[in-house]
């Protein structure tokens, strides 16, 4: 017979690996339609028309649609895609299912159009919404918080193409006062997030690694040096923190989501034209790229962050 904690433990391991396979291919399908826009977009389209793809007209008129379009499916869209990600933790409560078609037309849209944001808290939203309104349905007993942490841990590893992040995060969100050992808790959740990332890796994998160059000779100066930078780096993260909930509540003021994205856009496309295309877009391979490329200077390092 088996101890009743391990019966627990496999009941739950079935839902548990689908939802991590259902939110990598969710993340997979999502992706493939916007690399294909993306394609449109940024490659086809300015070639049919004889424009380069860096023109700084091209740039900004393609962000600035792009900040438009996304406005007018968060006004005019049902749920008006999902609550606003700077204002909601990456795993939070589960939104309706009616505001999801919306959230994902404007997520295509922001990865299309060369926004350099990654599809981390949409495409989590989109999972928890969907793992919490099925689940509901097919096992009523399980409650909405076990479905939102399998939904999350799948997308966790889906994104990372390992569940090792999502170890991580939930040994210590879960790691409460229960009584129940941490590892019964952490199990369906690490169920979920290896099915996502071996999901994910039949289709491509994400390489988050950087070739770089060995040091060399480590000196004295070297530990000043960094810790300069660090304190450089540190100093400009804080500022950024101060400004954002600042120009967010500024921005607000408009209660207009078009005009707002649409001056965000084009701001964006200001931005990209001064870092150039490789400052566009998710960012995974521009990072690969700014690394391999050995010909930037530290200004053009300056302008991209």
Request: glycine residues 10%.
């Amino acid at each position: 017979m088996l101890h009743p904690r391990a019966r627990t433990m496999l009941l739950l391991s079935l839902p548990a690996v689908a939802i991590g396979i259902a939110s990598s291919l969710i993340l997979i399908v999502v992706m493939k339609i916007a690399s294909v826009l993306q394609n449109l977009l940024w490659q086809r389209l300015p070639g049919t028309l004889g424009i380069a793809q860096d023109s700084p007209l091209w740039i900004i008129g393609v962000l600035t649609l792009t900040g438009i379009a996304v406005g007018l499916v968060i006004r005019f869209s049902q749920g008006h895609a999902g609550p606003d990600p700077a204002c909601e933790p990456l795993i939070g409560a589960p939104v309706p299912p009616s505001a999801l078609p919306g959230l994902i037309v404007a997520l295509i849209l922001g990865l299309a159009g060369g926004v350099s944001l990654g599809p981390e808290h949409p495409i989590m939203t989109v999972n928890i919404a969907l793992a919490v309104a099925i689940g509901a349905r097919l096992l009523p007993r399980v409650n909405r918080m076990e479905w939102t942490i399998l939904a999350s841990a799948g997308t966790i590893g889906a994104l990372f193409g390992t569940p090792v992040a999502a170890a991580l995060i939930f040994s210590q969100t879960l790691n409460g006062s229960s009584e129940v050992p941490l590892w019964d808790r952490l199990f369906a959740p690490l169920m979920a997030a290896a099915a996502g990332a071996l999901t994910t890796g039949l289709f491509f994998h994400p390489h988050f690694s950087l070739p770089i160059a060995h040091y060399g000779q480590m000196e004295m100066t070297d530990i000043l040096s960094g810790a300069i930078v660090a304190a450089i780096a540190i100093a400009a993260g804080m500022v950024a923190v101060w400004c954002l909930p600042r120009l967010h509540a500024m921005m607000h003021q408009m209660k207009n989501p078009v005009l707002v994205l649409g001056i965000g856009g084009f701001i964006l496309g200001i931005l990209g034209v001064i870092g150039g295309p490789v400052s566009l877009f998710k960012g995974l391979d521009e990072m690969q790229q700014m690394v391999a490329n050995q010909a930037f200077s530290t200004s053009d390092y300056f302008c991209w962050r």
